[in-house]
């Protein structure tokens, strides 16, 4: 039986299943955006979709630090958080959430 993998929320610091979380992705331009799909490139970091979690999580520190450098939050980040989380719940409003956060596309 395989355990589901773990990651830390920027916010509260706790250990949450991967799919709980929203991953956040700082792109080769330095902006972070949600991923709704979690399959972005760049170097990555997870926040609980909670209100607390979320104004924590987005502060700059916490991000520079786990992006490892200088980082610019893409408008509207919160709200797309919040938008990815739903999607992951709603299978349906994926591909609209995935527009809002800014994800990238595959190559």
Known sequence: MKREPGR???GCR???PKRELV???RGE???VVADARARARGRGAYVCPDAPCLE???SRKRLAHAFRGACELAPELAAGVRLAASAA???IDRTKSEEV???WPQR
């Open 101 to 103: 956060t800014g994800t």
């Open 89 to 91: 719940t709603s299978p």
């Open 14 to 16: 706790r250990v949450r």
């Open 56 to 58: 924590q999580g987005l």
């Open 23 to 25: 991953r956040l992705v």
């Open 29 to 31: 331009r330095g902006i």
């Open 8 to 10: 830390t929320c920027l």
